[in-house]
């Protein structure tokens, strides 16, 4: 059995950027990675770096003409060789003892903790994160693989199951075969290497796909694990588009898992792909699939401290510009304090800091491309005529993808900017009665991933923890920030499959359980032998 030599996990740390050291040695990493753009990034299958195919530039959502990078983008063709290069490194990486497997991960984390800024630099470029929020992301990337690489071993060691004085029994965690790997660009390094790296340790080999808003980052994180040790073509760098890319590689008859975390529309579609069998195909196809919010705080009547819910609020609506599956994109307030809760809500918004993320300054950056600005500036439009618009409400995409961190009042809990994912800086605020009121319409919605509630009243947060149906329930704080071990993340409804990234039980999802029993005392039949099948 493996024992490993780990100290106890602990979550990394954050920068403190008000300290002159810190925030020198972020606009250093900024002047770095600024200084490798432009660059072209090959597909890496089974090591072979491929260049030549057609290429889509990554560009800065903040200055819309930087060109940051240029990536090649795969066809199906890849794919097959992806699919093929990663089977063929399943045959080693499989037999590879857990210490090498998670000792990679440690490595790597190690690696990007002594880069951090570099890795931060690279998210405020090319998604348009805040000192702060980007600083948060790599230090949750570092989590996911120091937490993932401890869990490693303990699936690794024997597990609990009853025994028979007949038999020599165990049960023991084998990987899957090859993944496709598709993440999302909102937390372009966090989740990427979550979803990664967990599917690595357990000794699946993987196509990645990364977004097509993110792939510079994602090289980076590749080019890391390479560098750490990573055998070729146990991650596959497939850069592409979700149609030429991703359908086939989901449809993929020797696709045998699909990790992926972004919309519910793509989940729904990937899911429904996945479960044809092709033919040729020897399995269910395994889906994990986490997808979007409408994520709801709740402020009741008996919270005394207001002007803490209302900052709680804003920091959950708009930090990284509402781009957030947890972000609250539905206030809900007892209609005893409306008046008195909603103008901090709003003095709060319009004091918010609205700049180019590389500034250092900034609270609030643009949103992500032009096909999001457009979006949340259509859902805005749709919003003011559902509503009051109390604060923002401006969109400028001059220089950058800007909008202005928007709050609007007086929503019915049925319009659509209450039922909808805008997934932008907007704001729905709805009144409820009482608290009953509240409950109902935080749970009148189809996803069910984090929630708050705001109160003094014990009993309340006793229902809040019975009945508010998210996966990840906040109490008195806000809903958005979770951390690898104590918040293990997935939601409810259409929000999901419940993963639980940075629980226990995520890397069960990238494996499956086979039990051994071996015969000892053959002349010893028990009776749990004559009825057991
Ligand atoms: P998206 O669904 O547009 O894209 C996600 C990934 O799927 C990308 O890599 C994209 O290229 C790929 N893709 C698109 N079409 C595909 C296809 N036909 N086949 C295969 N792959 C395809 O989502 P996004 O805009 O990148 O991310 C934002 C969404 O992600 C929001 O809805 C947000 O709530 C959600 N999200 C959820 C969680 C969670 O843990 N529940 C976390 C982060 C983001």
Same mark, same amino acid.
């Given at each position: ?20 050291? *810190? ?55 890849? +794919?097959?060789?992806? +699919? ?33 800024? !570099? ?6 470029? !090319? ?13 949750? #990337?570092? %989590?996911?693989?120091?937490?993932? $690489?401890?869990? $490693? ?45 967990? $599917? ?18 994602? =090289? ?6 390479? !560098? ?10 497939? @850069? ?10 989901? /449809? ?21 792909? #996945? ?34 819910? $209302?900052?709680? +609020?804003?920091? @959950? ?16 307030? %007892? ?23 590389? @500034?250092?300054?900034?609270? +609030? ?38 909008? /202005? ?18 997934? &932008? ?45 998210? &996966? *990840? ?7 958005? &920030? ?19 990234? &940075?629980?226990?039980? =995520?890397?069960?999802?990238?494996? /499956? ?9 053959? !002349? ?10």
């Amino acid at each position: 059995m493996p024992t490993p030599s780990l100290p106890e996990f602990k979550n990394e740390a954050l920068v403190d950027f008000t300290r002159p050291e *810190n925030k020198s040695a972020m606009e250093a990493a900024i002047a770095k990675v600024r200084g490798e753009i432009g660059r072209e990034y090959p597909v890496v299958i089974g090591g072979e770096r491929i260049t030549g195919l057609s290429t889509w530039d990554s560009t800065n959502p903040a200055h819309k003409d930087e060109v940051l990078g240029r990536f090649n983008k795969g066809t199906r063709a890849h +794919v097959e060789q992806a +699919v093929e290069a990663a089977w063929k490194a399943f045959e080693s990486w499989k037999k590879q003892p857990v210490d090498v497997r998670a000792g990679l991960l440690v490595r790597a984390a190690q690696m990007m903790r002594e880069r951090k800024h !570099e890795f931060s630099a690279a998210m405020i470029l !090319e998604v348009g994160k805040t000192w702060a929020e980007a600083d948060a992301d790599t230090a949750e #990337a570092i %989590d996911f693989m120091e937490f993932y $690489a401890r869990e $490693a071993y303990r699936y690794a060691s024997e597990q609990p199951i009853v025994k028979v004085p007949s038999e020599d029994n165990n049960l023991v965690y084998i990987p899957l075969g090859v993944g496709a790997v598709i993440p999302p660009w909102n937390f372009p390094l966090a989740i990427m290497t979550g979803m990664t790296t967990a $599917a690595v340790v357990t000794g699946n080999t993987v196509v990645l796909k990364p977004s097509s808003e993110s792939p510079w980052i994602a =090289y980076r994180f590749f080019a890391l694990l390479e !560098e750490a040790g990573l055998p070729p073509g146990v991650v596959n760098f497939l @850069s592409g588009s979700g149609a030429e890319v991703g359908d086939p590689l989901i /449809q993929h008859p020797r696709i045998r898992f699909i990790s992926f975390t972004g919309s519910k529309e793509v989940g729904l579609h990937i899911n429904e792909e #996945a479960a044809k069998a092709q033919k040729g195909q020897l399995w269910i196809k395994r889906v994990v699939a986490e997808m979007g919010g409408k994520d709801a705080i709740i402020v009741d009547r008996e919270t005394s401290n207001l002007d803490e819910a $209302a900052a709680a +609020v804003v920091a @959950s609506a708009f930090g990284f510009q509402g781009q957030k599956c947890s972000a609250c994109s539905r206030l809900i307030v %007892d209609e005893a304090i409306y008046d008195q809760l909603v103008p901090l809500v709003v003095e709060k918004t319009k004091a918010l800091r609205i700049d180019d993320p590389a @500034s250092g300054d900034a609270q +609030v950056g643009p949103v992500v491309s032009r096909k999001a600005f457009k979006t949340i500036k259509d859902y805005i439009d749709k919003g003011v005529k559902e509503g009051q618009l109390l604060a923002g409400g401006v969109a400028d995409d001059q220089e950058g993808f800007f909008i /202005q961190p928007t709050v609007i009042g007086d929503v019915d809990a049925r319009a659509t900017i209450a039922q909808e994912e805008i997934f &932008g800086p907007v704001l729905a605020i709805i009144k409820a009665k009482d608290f009953d009121d509240a409950l109902r319409i935080a749970n009148d919605s189809q996803f069910g991933l984090t929630g708050a509630v705001f109160t003094d009243n014990e009993e309340k947060l006793d229902r809040a923890r019975e009945e508010f149906f998210v &996966g *990840n329930l906040y109490l008195n704080r806000k809903c958005t &920030g979770a951390l690898v071990g104590v918040h293990p993340f997935g939601g409810f409804n259409m929000s999901g499959t419940d993963s639980k990234a &940075g629980g226990r039980d =995520y890397l069960g999802l990238f494996l /499956q359980a086979k039990s051994i029993a071996r015969k000892v005392k053959p !002349e010893s039949k028990t009776v749990q032998d004559a009825a057991a099948f």
